[in-house]
């Protein structure tokens, strides 16, 4: 096990509902250090840059209306087995599929808004942290 570095967004579902103060505390209390952080309401165009990835998808649209809806907060987390670590505390994408204690479990409203993103391998982590945050702003 090595330790990695993640993207992770608290998405406007979860800003809106005040619940950066409780997601943050997961993370650290898992051992995710947040090395980076701010609080940010991307344009619909980097909402859209951001899911590119996803553009084919029924689902993009409403999407990138959603998360550029509110102000989010774009975060970098380090630690041992960040990637799937963060994965874990998050829980799956539908919270009506989502393990109990997890993150979308206990507060995403739907589908769509589950308030929290995460990177899902090692590869898009590296993207998606550098979309977001200059090297400087890492403060490991
Ligand atoms: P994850 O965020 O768990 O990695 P995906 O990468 O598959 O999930 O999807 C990106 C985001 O798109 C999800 O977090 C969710 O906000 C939204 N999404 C995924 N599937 C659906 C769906 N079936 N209907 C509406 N929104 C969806
Ligand atoms: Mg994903």
Redesign the pocket.
């Known amino acids: 096990m090595a330790v990695e570095r993640t993207l992770s967004i608290i998405?406007p579902d979860a800003t809106r509902r005040h619940l950066t103060g409780q997601i943050n505390a997961r993370f650290e209390t898992a051992g995710l250090r947040i090395i980076a952080q701010k609080r940010i309401q991307m344009t619909r165009a980097q909402s859209e840059g951001f899911?590119a990835v996803?553009a084919e998808r029924a689902?993009y649209n409403?999407?990138c209306d959603?998360m550029s809806s509110g102000p989010v907060v774009v975060q970098v987390l380090e630690g041992e087995d960040a990637i799937q670590k963060n994965r874990d505390i998050?829980g799956a994408?539908n919270p009506a599929n989502a393990e109990d204690g997890t993150i979308r479990k206990d507060f995403a409203e739907n589908?769509?808004?589950?308030s929290v993103?995460?990177s899902?391998s090692p590869e898009t982590a590296a993207e998606e942290i550098s979309y977001f945050f200059s090297q400087i702003e890492l403060i490991g």
Request: glycine share 6%.
């Open positions: 998405k899911y996803h689902f409403n999407l959603f998050m994408t589908v769509e808004a589950n993103h995460g899902d």
